[in-house]
């Protein structure tokens, strides 16, 4: 689906998992629905693996204070300029006509303020970057979204249905899942997703097992 930049420049705040996409030109996916509250949503099913990398580097940016970002309805957000200053300083791609219209609107805004709170709004992006965003083409989209990401999530699912068919199951606190799956991850790959991602993913475990449990009562 064609990238509505115009709707996305304007919009006041992107979820990080909006975020992510849109660095990449790609419509954001609908994300999934959950019914407890949670701080922000999974990344949807099917996003290319370059978007998962930098999903986990926002994340990360966020946690760190690297990236200024706020918490808006219970998920975590960020203003597009920001963000495309954090992606310029960091060498990241983000998508030229995009980019062009939140430095439009930006500068626009920017000069309705009195002139003691104006900022300056010049961002340069690397050649390394541009190169990035050049080198991304319609084509290569699409079968991006269906490759796997950079950690390897099915193996991560089977480790838990391991677990599951243990003596003692899976633990009653999804707190303690969520470490234990870590530990596996470091172990396993001598790296670990970040702490959000696994908790996303096993909340998900739990609310369905909670429901099958419910429809059979």
Not at 128 to 136: L, M, N, P, T
Not at 196 to 206: D, E, G
């Amino acid at each position: 689906m064609e990238l509505n930049v115009f709707y996305w420049a304007r919009k006041s705040y992107w979820t990080l998992e909006e975020a992510a996409q849109l660095c990449f030109g790609f419509e954001p996916l609908p994300v999934p629905e959950y019914e407890e509250t949670i701080y922000s949503a999974e990344l949807p099913h099917g996003v290319a693996p370059e978007v998962e990398c930098i999903y986990e580097l926002i994340d990360r940016a966020h946690a760190i204070g690297d990236l200024h970002c706020a918490m808006i309805n219970s998920a975590i957000v960020v203003k597009p300029f920001l963000l495309l200053e954090w992606c310029y300083k960091n060498d990241l791609v983000f998508d030229e006509d995009l980019e062009s219209e939140v430095l439009a609107l930006s500068r626009k805004n920017n000069d309705k303020l009195p002139i003691s709170e104006q900022r300056e709004i010049e961002v340069e992006p690397s050649e390394q970057a541009r190169a990035k965003s050049r080198s991304r083409t319609p084509e290569n989209d699409d079968k991006a979204r269906g490759r796997p990401g950079q950690y390897d999530w099915d193996l991560f699912h089977a480790e838990i249905i391991r677990i599951a068919n243990t003596p003692d199951g899976l633990p009653d606190k999804r707190a303690d899942l969520v470490r234990a799956m870590l530990l596996w991850f470091s172990e396993r790959f001598g790296k670990e997703p970040s702490e959000s991602a696994v908790k996303k993913k096993i909340i998900r475990i739990y609310s369905h097992l909670e429901e099958v449990k419910k429809s059979k009562n």
